[in-house]
């Protein structure tokens, strides 16, 4: 049996990988500080004995009693660049700075000493506002090291310059996984990223709030798919080193985003035209996926109506 850790369990995106490796038979050991995370999103996982909760917070020393470690998948960090919210990276300014660095140098030291293989979770947002479309790996982005995004993007960017030096210099079997917008249940509704506020807004009949003129666009990659190209890449004997984009290739306008949302939801929202587009909003985003599906034979496959129904019902449920 693998022992792996999940650095950000709890989180969106962590709880669905924690599931999935626990369908695999392995150790699951998941640390996390529950900044952003929430206990709901493992309530069913902890009744597995194969599952292993600590809450810690990974930028400080914390206790681990194991004998090996196989693979550590470092996914915490806050991610909602929404000012509004309270949980955004604007908010967690200095924790999210934290994490993404001494967090993950952390992390990459206890992979040395277990000779464990090691993913860290970067983002597309290292590409910054891209002046290239859609963005290779090899594009090295257009981004600005003080501007209101900087506290997540350019930490991404150190974790992502320590994660390659311990590839390159200290042995260490090292990946990065570039994540493009990733959505699904267990987000927070008040994570207030754009799916989740577009479907509590249309499920509460409440205007839409586009920002800007709305024609910024993204590609949205339902978690089930994005979790199983982390395992993949993360798990894969002969990727050290590798660099690689993970993300959906439908790309719709942040408009069209709000009208599908609305004809899925059969809601009576009307789209209101909010607020400007905040400062290094990324005007266009979406990933070349090439290398993903030569290295792993990956591309995401949920139709986009099917993932947001997935995700509408979840908020329903809620
Ligand atoms: P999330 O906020 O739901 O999950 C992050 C988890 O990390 C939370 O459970 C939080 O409590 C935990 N955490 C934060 N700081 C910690 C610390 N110091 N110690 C221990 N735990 C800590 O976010 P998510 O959307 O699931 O994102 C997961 C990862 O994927 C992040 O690294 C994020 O940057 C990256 N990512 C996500 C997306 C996306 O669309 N969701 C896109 C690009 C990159
Ligand atoms: N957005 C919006 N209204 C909202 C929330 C977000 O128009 O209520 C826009 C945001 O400005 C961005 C896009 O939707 O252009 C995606 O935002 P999100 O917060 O999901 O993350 P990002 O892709 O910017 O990291």
Known sequence: MRTIIVTGGAGFIGSHLCAKLLEKGDHIICVDNLLTGQNQNIAALKKNQQFTFIEADVTKPFDLSVDKIDAIFHLASPAS???????????????????????????????KKFAAKFLFASTSEIYGDPLVHPQQEDYQGNVSSTGPRSVYDEAKRFGETLTAYFGRDQEVDAR??????TYGPNMRSDDKRMIINFILQALAGEPITVYGDGNQTRSLCYVDDLVAGLISL????ELKGSIVNLGAIEEHSVKEYAEIIIKLTNSNS???????LPKDDPVRRKPDISRAKNLIDWSPNTPLTQGLQKTVEYFKSL
């Not at 993360?234 to 004997?237: P, T």
């Not at 009307?270 to 400007?276: A, L, P, R």
């Open 81 to 111: 660049p929404n000012h509004h919210s309270k949980i955004s990276y604007h908010a967690l300014a200095m924790e999210t700075m934290m994490v993404n660095t001494v967090g993950t140098l952390q992390m990459l030291r206890l992979a």
């Open 176 to 181: 990065i996984v570039r994540i493009f917008n």
């Open 234 to 237: 993360g798990l894969n004997e």
């Open 270 to 276: 009307n789209i209101e035209f909010s607020e400007e």
